[in-house]
């Protein structure tokens, strides 16, 4: 008997088949509410891209409720012809120039709503560019004044899908109004509306970036997909997806910095068996953790950069970012295999990230997720500000078996604010590169153009570029010749304002405009230049009828370090206030400007007053009082701010003086707020600082303490003690760098000999004995036998006694003779120093120059480290 095939199991057979073929497998997630509709549609039709039915609205029972006059009422158009749109619900739209609501009833929980966007002109009353509306729904503001076409256009062109979360409550019905703005028109191809599972996005848990807690998002917060990436993998497309039809793109290099690009994408392994132990399967499809991105297996490399990824965000909301893991290589089977360091936002998500010790073992999917808050201003002319999404390999082997990193999938979602708008601003339209192709009625289609047209074309041209030429050419002449011109603004009748979106409270720092800028500075007259520095220039202005005088520091825009240090000032210093610390005026960052406007400092640097320059030397109490003014000021930073906060900067130059001679802390651009806790106790993050003046400990590992301000206010010591620079090349090599040749003498009892010479004499012994003592103390290699600033604060301040104590006393002065011999100031068993141009490895000597263009002080001009020996230095002495 022949073997035969019932219709069930060939029914059967035939279905698996077909999965097979649409490389698909059932939905994992089923939801309960999955509503398609093709606006200005009617009947059904069904799609390619997602195989799902979408319904037409008209006549339906989801048919919208009009408001407005009866000539306004909302049109029913065929989108023209795109090959990138030419399915549902693309293909029609409804078009309205009064305001219109979707009222569907739906079931209570929690809820996507997708907008889907063709903007086209469908006919001369709809024109494409003259769409511009606000979206609201459940009591939130999807989208404000939205111009489909301009967005469209600014990514990529139609079709443009919008992605929304909120909450349904019990016996609610979803209302979704589109009101056009003035003159305008609102428009709408399809809306989708898919149940979520409970929790998938609405959690409890999410860490707090920068602080203690975790951040709740409950059924009162509304978010917006931002992106949705398979890091490392291919597109999945909305039916590949566990059932709720969300989009991955997948081009993650897009967002790559320069150096993160050469890292490698992983292979996809097709046959490991994913477990889903940890999370829930409908989390993400399978394909996102199998395959990703990692930094590779070199060691040497990976500790020297970061994998990073730069992802542009509207600023002033707080940000749900959620990272996908799943361990997937052969090597990595352990705890510790493959741990690594994560930064969002220049802050410490994660001090040891271990995917296995998440998750338990190999494919095992897991996902961690964050808040983020992006309350900086942009900068140069921009709207978005960039999150810096950063894995870094850890630099010590003990604690992980490859130093690599490794992510598979992520999320960003937009948190709505107080006011519960999700809205942000419009991208600047992309300019016209070319001419419109002619219309099908002119009758010059399919012709030749007249050569009239032609000649006039180009003599119009010319003439255009002559105008331009000759504009430039007078502006560049004008701006020298109208200094008399520009009036002297009175600041104090201009109210306090903010930038746009600037998060800044506006009673702690004023927003200038660049017209009040310019008539404080006499319109950047050189005669007003106080200071040079690698970022820009720095002006003396007045402010307030020219009773107030300002220092205003006008940093170059085409500055990338510049723009990252004018918002970090502005941040730190707007919440600062303390009596050592120079208090930030305000700021302008109007036309791509980056100015900075402070107390004026009327004695100017400490550095000023100690060496190379025409000021007399200043008397050696006078420097004590300055040096606890400037402890006080950096011990304030770390631990009196709200969040401990690393200067990163101590120098000389950044120490000034006002008119009653109290030193204050000043620039603030490389300073870094740190939220590490007692089982965290340091930032690992690139190297930033001035040559001379760098923690030697920080240079080698890359993290950051408080005490590496403590070595460079060690060095600042030794300046004020020795009245020379932390570097300099025109001296023996042994001498080039103060603090190791401080400690040298200081091993050799000899210090007395670098001494200031117009100190000799004016200095109580036992105060120097105790001064020294402080210096050398800060100048430990080893960071953990520095002393804290509290500690230097009261040494500085005994020091001080002892030198008021002994003035008009019997007490010896300077060092004590025994003979020929000098008897050694404060002698110690310190292991000297070797200056940081010379490796720890006793390799060639080689110290790396830069340009005078790019005199900044950072290891790096991004989020990115660079190799250990290459980093510039500011060779300026008056610094930034």
Request: charged share 20%; with cysteine.
């Amino acid at each position: 008997m022949k073997p035969t095939i019932t219709p069930l199991y060939l029914s059967l057979f035939l279905h698996i088949l077909t999965l097979l073929v649409a490389g698909q497998s059932p939905a994992i997630y089923s939801p309960v509410d999955d509503i398609t509709l093709a606006c200005g549609n009617s009947g059904q039709q069904s799609t390619n891209f997602d195989r799902r039915i979408w319904i037409g609205d008209i006549s339906s029972k989801y048919s919208p409720i009009e408001v407005g006059k009866s000539n306004t009422t909302s049109q029913f158009r065929k989108a023209p012809p795109s090959s990138s749109a030419s399915q549902p619900p693309y293909t029609t739209a409804r078009l309205s120039y009064s305001e219109f609501t979707y009222k569907i009833p739906l079931s209570p929980g929690q809820k996507f709503i997708r907008l889907h966007f063709n903007p086209a002109t469908y006919n001369p009353d709809f024109d494409r560019s003259n769409s511009l509306f606000s979206v609201k729904a459940g009591g939130f503001t999807l989208l404000g004044d939205f111009n489909a076409s301009v967005t469209a256009d600014f990514y990529g062109g139609p079709p443009l899908i919008r992605e929304f979360c909120v909450n349904v409550e019990t016996e609610q019905s979803l209302n979704i109004t589109f009101t056009p703005a003035k003159d305008a028109y609102a428009f709408i191809n399809g809306i989708e509306i898919v149940s979520m599972p409970t929790s998938l996005y609405y959690t409890s848990s999410p860490k707090f970036i920068g602080r203690e807690t975790s951040y709740a998002i409950g059924n009162g917060t509304a978010l917006e997909m931002v992106y949705r990436i398979n890091i490392g993998g291919s597109p999945i497309s909305p039916n590949e997806d566990t059932g709720m039809y969300r989009n991955w793109e997948a081009a993650d290099d897009q967002y790559l910095d320069e150096a993160s690009k050469k890292f490698s994408v992983l292979p996809q392994n097709n046959t490991i068996k994913l477990n889903f132990t940890t999370i829930p399967e409908y989390s993400a499809p399978k394909a996102v953790y199998v395959t990703g991105r990692s930094m590779g297996m070199n060691k040497i490399i990976n500790k020297n950069y970061n994998l990073t990824w730069v992802l542009p965000l509207d600023p002033k909301f707080y940000y749900l970012v959620r990272l996908h893991f799943c361990e997937f290589e052969g090597d990595i089977i352990n705890y510790s295999d493959r741990s690594f360091q994560i930064y969002l936002a220049n802050q410490t998500a994660e001090e040891l990230a271990d995917v296995i010790g998440w998750s338990g073992g190999t494919g095992i999917p897991v996902y961690r997720d964050y808040v983020v808050g992006m309350f900086m201003s942009p900068v140069g002319g921009q709207k978005k500000v960039d999150l810096f999404l950063v894995l870094s390999a850890l630099q010590k082997d003990s604690y992980t078996s490859y130093n690599d990193a490794i992510l598979n999938g992520l999320e960003i979602f937009k948190l709505n604010d107080s006011s519960h708008n999700l809205a942000g601003p419009n991208p600047d339209p992309i300019p016209v590169k070319t001419r419109p192709k002619p219309s099908p009625n002119s009758p010059n289609n399919g012709k030749s153009t007249p050569m009239a047209a032609i000649i006039a074309g180009v003599v119009s041209g010319l003439f255009v570029l002559s105008v331009l030429g000759f504009f430039v050419f007078w502006r560049g002449r004008k701006v020298k010749d109208s200094q008399a011109k520009w009036g002297m603004l009175s600041f104090s009748t201009t109210k306090s304002t903010q930038s746009y979106g600037s998060s800044l409270p506006s009673e702690l720092c004023h927003h200038f405009s660049l017209a009040q800028i310019r008539a404080a500075t006499q319109n950047f007259d050189d005669s007003n230049i106080i200071g040079l520095g690698g970022f820009g220039n720095v002006y003396k202005g007045t402010i307030n009828g020219a009773s107030t005088p300002v220092a205003i520091k006008r940093l170059k825009p085409e500055s990338e370090q510049g723009a990252l240090e004018f918002t970090t000032e502005i941040e730190l210093l707007s919440q600062l206030r303390h009596l050592h610390l120079v208090s930030l005026v305000g700021y302008c960052d109007d036309n791509r400007e980056m100015i900075l406007v402070y107390d004026y400092m009327e004695n100017g640097t400490l550095r000023d007053h100690l060496y190379n320059s025409k000021n007399p030397p200043l008397p050696w109490e006078q420097r004590l009082q300055a040096c606890i003014g400037a402890a006080r000021g950096l011990h304030y930073l770390h631990t009196g701010a709200k969040r401990k906060i690393i200067h990163r900067d101590v120098k000389s130059t950044n120490i000034l003086l006002d008119d009653k001679w109290v030193a204050k802390v000043s620039d603030f651009g490389l300073s870094k707020m740190d939220t590490t806790t007692m089982s965290k106790t340091h930032i690992s993050t690139m190297v930033k600082g001035s040559f001379g003046y760098l923690d030697p400990e920080y240079y080698r590992r890359h993290q950051l303490t408080e005490k590496s301000d403590v070595y460079s206010f060690g060095v600042v010591l030794c300046e004020v003690l020795c009245a020379r620079p932390a570097l300099m090349r025109t001296v023996e090599k042994k001498e080039m760098n103060l603090a190791a040749w401080a400690k040298t003498c200081h091993e050799n009892g000899t210090l007395d000999q670098i001494i200031d010479p117009n100190l000799r004499g004016k200095i109580v012994n036992v105060c120097l004995n105790k001064f020294v003592e402080i210096a050398i103390s800060c100048l430990h290699d080893n960071g953990n036998e520095r002393p804290s600033m509290n500690d230097i604060v009261g040494g500085l301040e005994f020091a001080l006694n002892l030198q008021q104590s002994a003035e008009g006393s019997d007490l010896d002065f300077n060092v004590e003779k025994k003979g020929d011999d000098e008897v050694p100031i404060m002698n110690s068993s310190d292991v000297v120093f070797s200056g940081i141009w010379e490796e720890s490895s006793g390799s060639n000597s080689r110290v790396t120059k830069t340009s005078s263009s790019d005199q900044n002080s950072t290891a790096s001009e991004s989020i990115k480290g660079l190799s250990g020996t290459v980093f510039s230095e500011i060779y300026d002495p008056n610094g930034r």
